[in-house]
C-alpha cells in the first residue's frame, strides 16, 4: 500500500511539473510574438507586425476627453500601420515596455505590459498595453490591444 502511495505521488507530481513547463513554453512564445510586433513597430517595418498580428485584430485606446470624460477609441489597424510605414526616417519612436504579466495556456494568451513612449528620446507619454493572443497550432498571433495613455504620474 505504502509503494502504490508512493508511485501516485510521483505520477502527480510528475504531470505538474510538465503540465507547468507546457506553461511557460505558451508564455514565452506569446511573449515573443509581442516582442516581434514591438521590433517591427520600432523598426517601422509593417510586413513583420503583420506576421504577428490578426486579421480580424481589435485595437482600442481608453483616454480621456477634454471634458474628462473617459472613453474608448477604435483604432483602424490598416491605418495605424500606414502611419508606422509612413513615420518620417529623422523621428525615433521607442516603446519601453517595463514589465511583462503573462497568463496562457495552450491556445490562447493575456499579456499585460506597462510602458513608457518616447519620440526622439523625450518622454511623450506612459501607460499600459493589453494584449490578447491566440495560437493556431503553428504560431501566436495578436488578436486584440488595448492601451491607456497619460502625461503624468507615470512614475
Known sequence: ????????????????????????????NAKQAVLDFFDGFHKGDTSKIRKTIDDNIVMQTIAKTKEGEVKTMKTNMNNFLEVIHNRPEDQKWLEKLLDFKIEADEHIAQIWTPYEFYVNDQFSHCGVNVFQL??????????????????????
Do not use: H, P, V, Y
Open 134 to 155: 491566440f495560437n493556431d497550432g503553428t504560431t501566436w498571433r495578436i488578436i486584440a490591444i488595448a492601451d491607456t495613455r497619460k502625461r503624468k504620474g507615470c512614475k
Open 1 to 28: 500500500m505504502c509503494r502504490f502511495l508512493i508511485i501516485c505521488s510521483l505520477l502527480i507530481s510528475c504531470n505538474i511539473i510538465f503540465s507547468q513547463k507546457e506553461m511557460n513554453i505558451n508564455q514565452k
